[in-house]
């Protein structure tokens, strides 16, 4: 998932940046996030406990993973003085915690959904719930390709896993529009469990690949990681005078 946003970005921007000034822009976007997560994730709880979605309750339980996401990264970014095992040690620790809360996610949300296929429980319709998903549809993406930009400059699993957490976040939104539009428009009752079927398959998926990684790659696709000395300056070219 977090490939297909990264081959979206421009990378030759923030590429640039020297690490101090990216690790400064990682902690903004890192509180933005955080602030983002703890607003949505109480409106879109209400919204979906009222109108009986457990794609809406799943969507908005990941808002508060990515809240938890997001501090996690907050510690880790503390930690950029530190010697390079230091930091290499507390990416690890963070993103297997970032791991651990998509598995709590992924199986909170797939028994909800089954039970409510199994049982069929219909939801109500919410509007409400259709313009937030739409919103975080358009934000979303935005955070997440900004984060994978500065997970390259930083060469972090952590910032890794908290920018794919925020993509999945997007999916989610995409996932919670389509099921709830469903059901409002058609009838579909079943596209709203159906989207949380999705949603607990995306996040079961993104905790066992941020578990197993044992590298920035294998979080996402070939990523080219920088050196952690990386300045911003392009290196001499050894074969000049």
């Avoid at 000034?21 to 409106?43: F, H, M």
């Avoid at 930091?87 to 089954?114: M, N």
């Avoid at 529009?177 to 596209?191: P, S, V």
Wanted: glycine share 8%; aromatic share 6%.
């Amino acid at each position: 998932m977090t490939c297909i946003a990264y081959h979206l970005v421009v990378s030759t921007v923030v590429s640039r940046l020297s690490r101090p000034a990216a690790v400064i822009w990682a902690g903004r976007l890192n509180r933005l996030t955080i602030t983002w997560n703890a607003v949505e994730g109480v409106a879109v709880i209400v919204v979906g406990i009222r109108a009986s979605s457990i794609s809406l309750i799943g969507w908005g339980f990941d808002s508060f993973v990515e809240l938890v996401a997001g501090l996690v990264l907050a510690w880790r970014l503390r930690l950029e003085g530190r010697d390079a095992d230091t930091r290499h040690a507390a990416d690890r620790h963070a993103q297997r915690l970032i791991a651990t809360c998509f598995a709590v996610l992924a199986a909170y949300v797939l028994a909800e959904s089954l039970r409510d296929l199994i049982a069929g429980n219909p939801p109500d319709g919410s509007i409400l719930g259709l313009a937030l998903a739409a919103l975080s549809l358009v934000v979303m993406p935005i955070l997440a390709r900004l984060k994978l930009q500065l997970a390259v400059v930083l060469g972090s699993q952590a910032v890794q896993a908290e920018a794919a957490q925020t993509t999945l976040c997007a999916l989610l939104s995409g996932a919670v529009l389509i099921g709830l539009g469903a059901n409002l428009l058609f009838g579909w009752w079943w596209a709203d469990p159906g989207a949380g079927l999705f949603i607990a398959v995306a996040a079961a998926y993104t905790a066992v690949r941020m578990w197993r990684a044992d590298s920035l790659a294998d979080t996402c696709c070939d990523v080219p990681v920088t050196d952690p000395t990386h300045d911003g300056r392009a290196a001499p070219d050894s074969g000049s005078a």
